[in-house]
């Protein structure tokens, strides 16, 4: 019999943990993490890094490639605080895979605000923030359905971006929000009242198109009631002149 090597998952060096502690533990105080999940470096397939809810990762924390090593400092971040917001809307709301949907954008772009406001995620503009998010993060729509599914891009997604940035500004600028668990926690209760409004939208438009027609029927009776009323008038001015002139005529 020949002897195989077996070897398990064991903790990473100390090293390795002081590292990556340096570079998230401030992002995780920013964001008041209750209990920051742990961070797996292992096999995550073609991605980067995979949170809880995916085939790959069933013990539910963060993994990292190995690869993520090599990453530069604000790329990790950024990878880290991508995963961590899949992580807290999965905990929160375990029914529905928000996926990259626009709450998930949302609360991504408040976590990236806050990390600008903080001082950790570093730009020269107050709009720096934007560049650690893409369209990837806004892949998903808000509504599914036949009035949906046959939206193109141009569509769906730009109320998608103006909701989720709208909401993340304001939330980072009220002060009773401000750890990401409880952002998140009035994030999907806004959005569950977003998402009963764009159900309402073929109704908004029905209403719409006829509050319109109707206007446009009273605009063409009025002008054809305006153009009866200077016929009208101009036979009253001529009546008028004529006995002006026959009255002159018998005077005369
Ligand atoms: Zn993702």
């Known amino acids: 019999m ?12 100390q090293q390795t943990s002081q590292w ?7 992002v995780a105080a920013a964001l008041e993490v209750t209990a920051p999940p742990p961070v797996h470096f292992t096999s995550v397939g073609r991605w980067s890094g995979v949170s809880d809810g995916s085939d790959q990762n069933p013990q539910r924390r963060i993994s990292f490639s190995p690869r993520v090593k090599l990453f530069r400092r604000q790329a990790i971040l950024e990878l880290w605080v991508h995963e961590l917001v899949h992580r807290v809307l999965q905990n929160l709301d375990p029914d529905i895979d928000h996926g990259h949907d626009t709450a998930f954008f ?3 772009s408040w976590c990236f605000l806050k990390l600008q406001k903080e001082g950790i995620l ?13 369209f990837y993060d806004l892949q998903d729509k808000p509504i599914s359905g036949p009035v949906w ?3 193109s891009l141009s569509q769906w997604l730009p109320q998608c971006i103006e909701w989720s940035l709208k909401t993340a500004e304001e939330l980072t600028q009220d002060q ?4 990401v668990e409880q952002v998140a ?10 998402q009963e409004w764009l159900l309402q939208e073929p109704k908004r438009l029905a209403i719409e198109k006829a509050s319109i027609e109707s206007k446009a029927r009273e605009f063409a009776e009025l002008r054809v009631g305006n153009r009866q009323l200077i016929k009208h008038n101009l036979w009253v001015l001529c009546a008028l002149l004529l006995v002006s002139v026959l009255w002159v005529r018998a005077w005369l």
């Open 106 to 108: 949302c609360l991504q």
């Open 122 to 134: 570093v730009g020269e503009r107050c709009s720096d923030w934007i560049s650690s998010s893409s």
């Open 176 to 179: 009773q929000f401000t750890g």
């Open 20 to 26: 990556l502690n340096n570079l998230l533990g401030p």
């Open 2 to 13: 020949k002897s195989i090597r077996v070897l398990e998952t064991v903790e990473a060096s």
């Open 185 to 194: 926690s009035e994030v999907l209760r806004r959005y569950e009242k977003w």
């Open 149 to 151: 599914d046959s939206k």
